[in-house]
């Protein structure tokens, strides 16, 4: 059963690589198409902020490459240098998608609160669960209540990365709404906007169906393991 869990990691980590590929490259051929309306990402995200009555955000650049992200513990919208100084497409898409989860925020969207509320957990249990999910596996005939323990962490960040799809695939929905109602995104650029987000919105529905494949691979290890007793 052990050699099953490496099969499926191997098949998700092959998926992975594959989709994370098709993203840059989806985002290097829209980096390279300009907006007609030529607005930096900087000045997309200040205005989709504006524009939906939130000023206590800050739009800063951060070193990275694809490294955006909304950080809702201060308030700001963080975009990697080609994002925050460009004007194509890739730019108003990433922009307007993190600051979709401004808005998130600032509506208090349910699955964003609840996505919340797991980040402490998720960051205690990423320290120990490999360990102890190890542990359990080479010990399942003597401790078994130790692989059921790395399986209940293992299954609180599977739930954190479900929260996750509804909480992107929103932010997105509300940037490419935004993009469209304002015409900062007008015909094939908003086209082209929906497919970059399309792929970015593919890492994360990978991740959560590669997590919740390896949990199964883990709970009938655990079933197996009780019924030998």
Same mark, same amino acid.
């Given at each position: 059963m052990s050699g099953s869990i490496m099969l499926v990691s191997l098949l998700f980590l092959g998926i992975s690589f594959l989709v994370s590929s098709r993203l840059k490259s989806k985002f290097k051929h829209y980096t390279q198409l300009p907006l007609m309306s030529g607005l930096s990402g900087k000045e997309v995200a200040e205005k989709m902020l504006r @524009?939906?009555?939130?000023?206590?955000?800050?739009?800063?650049?951060? =070193?990275?490459f694809l490294s955006d992200h909304y950080n809702p513990t201060d308030k700001t919208v963080n975009l990697s240098p080609e994002v925050y100084h460009g004007s194509s497409i890739a730019s108003a898409a990433v922009a307007a998608h993190e600051c979709g989860h401004a808005v998130q925020h600032a509506t208090a969207y349910n699955w964003l609160t609840m996505r919340s509320k797991l980040v402490p957990i998720v960051q205690f249990s990423s320290n120990y669960i490999q360990w102890v999910l190890l542990g359990g596996v080479l010990l399942i005939n003597t401790f078994p209540s130790l692989l059921l323990l790395g399986i209940v962490l293992f299954a609180l960040t599977t739930l954190f990365s479900l929260i996750t799809?509804?909480? @992107?695939? =929103?932010?997105?929905?509300?940037?490419?709404a935004w993009l469209q109602t304002t015409n900062v995104a007008r015909g094939d650029e908003h086209t082209g906007a929906k497919d970059a987000l399309k792929w970015a919105a593919m890492t994360y529905v990978v991740a959560a169906l590669a997590s919740v494949a390896t949990l199964v691979q883990y709970i009938l290890i655990y079933l197996g393991g009780r019924n030998r007793d």
């Open positions: @524009e939906n009555g939130i000023y206590d955000v800050q739009v800063i650049s951060v =070193d990275g799809l509804p909480v @992107e695939f =929103d932010a997105s929905n509300r940037a490419l």
